[in-house]
Nanobody, 112 residues
Framework: QVQLVESGGGLVQPGGSLRLSCAASGFTFSSYAITWFRQAPGKERELVAT???????IYADSAKGRFTISRDNPKNTVYLRMNSLKPEDTAVYYCRMGTQYWGQGTQVTVSS
């Protein structure tokens, strides 16, 4: 069955960096786009970045210039490198394949 497992979240100070990972299994990973979303307390889930099967990337305005999405097909893993983190980046970050398969999420907290 399809599984997506996020990791790499944690507590970081403003201006710091984190790299999130989304490890996938149960499908032909290289054939699918993977998207990172996030959901802050009291807010709707929002798209952060997408990487297509061909490696094309799309970013939300809030992520442009600070976040980088990448994929390693032999490792069935997508990464989200986040630099210059701000308190407003605090959220649970999820990866998604297709429109229905989600991971369990990883918490990112940006605070001094």
């Amino acid at each position: 069955q399809v599984q997506l497992v996020e990791s790499g979240g944690g507590l970081v100070q403003p201006g710091g960096s984190l790299r999130l990972s989304c490890a996938a299994s149960g499908f032909t990973f290289s054939s699918y786009a993977i998207t990172w979303f996030r959901q802050a307390p009291g807010k709707e889930r929002e798209l952060v970045a997408t990487i297509t099967s061909a490696g094309r990337t799309i970013y939300a305005d809030s992520a442009k210039g600070r976040f980088t999405i990448s994929r390693d097909n032999p490792k069935n893993t997508v990464y989200l490198r986040m630099n210059s983190l701000k308190p407003e980046d605090t959220a649970v970050y999820y990866c998604r394949m297709g429109t229905q398969y989600w991971g369990q999420g990883t918490q990112v907290t940006v605070s001094s």
